[in-house]
């Protein structure tokens, strides 16, 4: 849990509010109402958390019902050990992503407006006269050489750590 990335990773699934549920996971079973009472959190922000990382396989649960009430009760468990697969899968569907993002920049001419910073597709810049609609300002031909160079050695850099080998 002290990974860095970990870190990030569980921060960005459930965020600010559930953060403390993901960063401090108990051993063994635990029920929602007693995370909400030992991190001194809202239940519903608890709940919440709980299901995000139960819908990323980090954790588990067991129903249990009680014999006099009739009352079901959850008793949650944590599975991070899915949690390198899981930051792998994510980094398949970026690397698919700016491969997608990157034929896209490749294949298209962009216009720009200076004035209101707003890029335009070759088509969308011709049908308005190539000015701008906003505030009619001349849109210039836009370079995007140094994106897709970016976009270039990130992939790069994702199929290295994924050792993807590519054979085009």
Same mark, same amino acid.
């Given at each position: 849990m002290n990974d860095p990335v970990i870190?990030?990773? %569980?921060?960005?699934l459930v965020g600010p509010t559930g953060m403390p549920v993901a960063a401090a996971p108990p051993d063994g079973e635990v029920t929602d109402e007693e995370l909400a009472?030992?991190?001194? %959190?809202e239940l519903n922000d608890v709940r919440r958390a709980l299901f995000i990382l139960y819908e990323n396989d980090l954790a588990a649960y067991?129903?249990?019902?009680?014999?006099d009430s009739g009352w079901?009760?959850? %008793?949650?468990t944590f599975e991070y050990e899915?949690?390198?697969?899981? %930051?792998e899968e994510e980094m398949h569907r970026l690397l698919e992503?700016? @491969?997608?993002?990157?034929e896209?920049?490749?294949n298209h001419e962009f216009y720009l407006c200076e004035v209101c910073s707003i890029r335009f597709e070759f088509g969308e810049?011709? @049908?308005f006269g190539f000015e701008c609609p906003e505030c009619g300002s001349p849109l210039d031909s836009m370079e995007n050489d140094h994106l897709i160079d970016a976009m270039d050695r990130r992939r790069e850099e994702l199929r290295d750590e994924l050792n993807v080998d590519v054979t085009n």
């Open positions: 870190q990030k990773y %569980l921060h960005e009472e030992r991190l001194d %959190l067991r129903r249990v019902r009680d014999e079901l009760t959850y %008793l949650w899915n949690i390198p697969e899981n %930051l992503a700016i @491969e997608e993002r990157e896209y920049e490749r810049a011709m @049908e």
